[in-house]
């Protein structure tokens, strides 16, 4: 047996230390990922909820909608303090399942799905006064309606046709369908200061075109511009939209993939404000600087993030980052006093981000 020196020991009993050491960090990284997770509780708002849409004053309450299925509201009155859902505001159930819901300066509007669950129909009230729900206009000669989005005191609403062709469809308060003039629009995905994200482009509200693209969503900023979420196959990227240009932002967009959710984190979004960007696994948070030239997003490291600066990354990495996210929204102060901040996941309803009694988490909204 050949027999063997002290620098080959003591070389072997380093490595078995290392594998050792590896194996403990492995088990403890585990560990820390399963300690981060909370007990999933049962959601309010299941399945894939909407968008949100906030009415500031419904006769004396401050109040956001979201839907599911029925139709849901959280708010307080302005006399009582705190905020709760489905409180009475002299509001009663729409007919049909409520897939999205929108509000403009007069109305609150809902697209319902009714008889086979293939037509869409939209159903309005009036803010503030609430019943009756009323029928608006069917669905323009279209196939049906897929998705609706309120800017300022219009309505606008995704029409589709046989084949899979999209039409741009408005509605002014006074109930009067018209078509958008655009050419090939490809599905409506958003609407924000009189600009329109589709599937095939941006364009303004007369129909014209102002750039090319599939682009999922857009959010409004308080300087009458707005930033929208372009995909490009496997990569995705934001823009800055003004009534001059459309300008892809320099920004850090690799990772998971962006949902075409867009939420800012303050009341109005400035042009050097923070935004919150849904991916496949949770969100993203960027600081604009949309005055640049080119305008630039700076993307927030995973230990700085704003929203969850009373928590922390893991936590939030370990339970809403395991969800596509497709809606977010951070309720208003005259809704929430804390300004709960919410997101609509895929399949997994409808989250929040609370102090629970495990501490400041992410989990279903109970």
């Known amino acids: 047996m050949k027999k063997?020196?002290?620098?080959?020991?003591?070389?072997?009993?380093?490595?078995?230390?290392?594998?050792?050491?590896?194996?403990?960090?492995g088990r403890d990284a585990l560990f820390w990922n399963v300690s981060m997770e909370r007990p999933p509780v049962?959601?309010?708002?299941?399945?894939?909820?909407?968008?949100?849409a906030h009415v500031d004053d419904w006769g004396g309450s401050d109040v956001f909608f979201v839907a599911s299925g029925s139709l849901f509201w959280y708010g307080r009155a302005h006399s009582a303090g705190g905020s709760n859902w489905n409180f009475n505001i002299g509001l009663s159930q729409p007919p049909g399942r409520i897939?999205?819901?929108?509000?403009?300066?007069?109305?609150?509007?809902?697209?319902?799905?009714?008889?086979?669950?293939i037509e869409a129909s939209i159903w309005r009230v009036q803010v503030g006064v609430g019943n009756p729900w009323v029928q608006v206009g069917g669905t323009g000669g279209f196939r049906t309606i897929d998705a609706i989005f309120a800017d300022g005191g219009t309505l606008f609403a995704a029409a589709r046709g046989d084949g899979a062709v999209y039409s741009i469809l408005q509605l002014d308060d006074n109930g009067t369908i018209t078509t958008v003039p655009a050419s090939a629009p490809g599905m409506l995905t958003g609407a924000a200061n009189g600009f329109l994200s589709t599937t095939s482009g941006i364009f303004d509200d007369n129909g014209d075109r102002l750039v090319e693209g599939n682009f999922q969503g857009i959010l409004a900023m308080d300087s009458g511009s707005a930033i929208a979420?372009?995909?490009?196959?496997?990569?995705?990227h934001l823009?800055?939209?003004?009534?001059?240009?459309?300008?892809r932002m320099n920004a850090d967009t690799s990772g998971r993939l962006a949902t075409g959710a867009l939420a800012?984190?303050?009341?109005?979004?400035a042009p050097d404000g923070t935004i919150l960007v849904g991916t496949r696994g949770?969100?993203?948070?960027?600081?604009?600087?949309?005055?640049?030239?080119?305008?630039?997003?700076?993307?927030?490291?995973?230990?700085?993030?704003?929203?969850?600066r009373?928590?922390?990354?893991?936590q939030f990495n370990a339970s809403l980052g395991r969800h596509p996210v497709n809606h977010l929204f951070r309720a208003p102060p005259g809704a929430d006093a804390n300004r709960t901040l919410f997101a609509s996941t895929q399949v997994g309803g409808l989250w929040s981000f609370r102090s629970r009694p495990g501490g400041w988490e992410w989990n279903a909204e109970e």
């Open 99 to 117: 897939v999205d819901v929108a509000a403009t300066t007069g109305f609150l509007y809902v697209l319902s799905m009714v008889g086979t669950g």
């Open 310 to 314: 009373y928590g922390n990354y893991a």
């Open 42 to 52: 049962r959601p309010r708002v299941p399945g894939g909820p909407s968008q949100m």
């Open 239 to 247: 823009y800055a939209v003004t009534t001059g240009a459309v300008t």
């Open 264 to 269: 800012a984190w303050d009341e109005t979004l």
């Open 229 to 236: 979420v372009r995909i490009d196959g496997a990569a995705w």
């Open 4 to 25: 063997r020196t002290p620098r080959v020991v003591a070389a072997l009993a380093l490595i078995a230390a290392m594998s050792v050491l590896a194996v403990s960090c």
């Open 282 to 308: 949770g969100y993203l948070e960027f600081v604009l600087d949309a005055g640049a030239t080119p305008p630039i997003a700076t993307r927030r490291a995973p230990g700085s993030f704003e929203s969850i």
